[in-house]
């Protein structure tokens, strides 16, 4: 998937967790923003990906129950998030909803039966998962994902 068919699927995913939650996310004007999109057209998107996710973390993280009641879109978002970073925030949601086993297994399964975007996702999320990234569990999940 190419960076712009990947950015509008995560921005997607928040949208609907945004949705789901009742919330809505606004940016301001940023000069700053402006200038980046000159050399790099994605960073306006880019940029707002990131105020969704935070507005969507604030409240999940705030109130345990929310995030357990939409942990499916939570994961739903996780798992379109390729950065190598920002699926932290997502991830510690999920950790203290529905707590790390079932973090691990719901990574799991996307590792065995995802699109190719969810397995590397996935694989990316994993670290954030608070194991090791040499569980023998996630080893074999990720050699049958073909990763």
Same mark, same amino acid.
């Given at each position: 998937?190419?960076r712009?068919? #990947?950015? %509008?699927?995560?921005?997607? +995913?928040?949208?609907e967790? &945004?949705a789901? /939650?009742?919330?809505?996310?606004?940016?301001?004007? %940023?000069?700053?923003? !402006?200038? /980046?999109?000159?050399?790099e057209? &994605?960073?306006p998107?880019?940029? +707002?990906?990131?105020?969704?996710?935070?507005?969507?973390?604030? $409240?999940l993280?705030?109130? +345990?129950? &929310?995030a357990?009641?939409?942990?499916?879109?939570? =994961?739903a978002?996780?798992?379109?998030?390729d950065?190598?970073s920002?699926?932290r925030?997502l991830?510690?949601?999920? /950790?203290t $909803?529905? #707590?790390?086993?079932?973090?691990?297994? +719901?990574?799991?399964?996307a590792?065995?039966?995802?699109t190719?975007h969810?397995? !590397?996702? $996935?694989?990316? $999320?994993?670290?954030w998962?608070?194991?090791?990234? %040499?569980?023998?569990?996630y =080893?074999?999940a990720?050699a049958?994902? #073909? !990763?």
């Open positions: 998937m190419n712009a068919d #990947g950015l %509008d699927l995560q921005e997607a +995913r928040l949208d967790l &945004l789901a /939650l009742g919330l809505t996310c606004h940016t301001d004007d %940023d000069p700053r923003v !402006e200038r /980046l999109a000159a050399t057209p &994605l960073y998107q880019y940029h +707002r990906i990131g105020h969704k996710r935070q507005t969507a973390y604030r $409240a993280a705030a109130d +345990r129950a &929310l357990r009641d939409h942990a499916d879109a939570v =994961l978002a996780l798992l379109c998030d950065d190598p920002s699926p925030w991830a510690a949601v999920l /950790l $909803a529905i #707590g790390r086993r079932a973090l691990q297994d +719901r990574l799991l399964a590792l065995a039966d995802g190719p969810q397995r !590397e996702c $996935a694989a990316n $999320a994993w670290r998962a608070d194991t090791a990234p %040499d569980d023998p569990r =080893l074999a990720l049958r994902s #073909g !990763e």
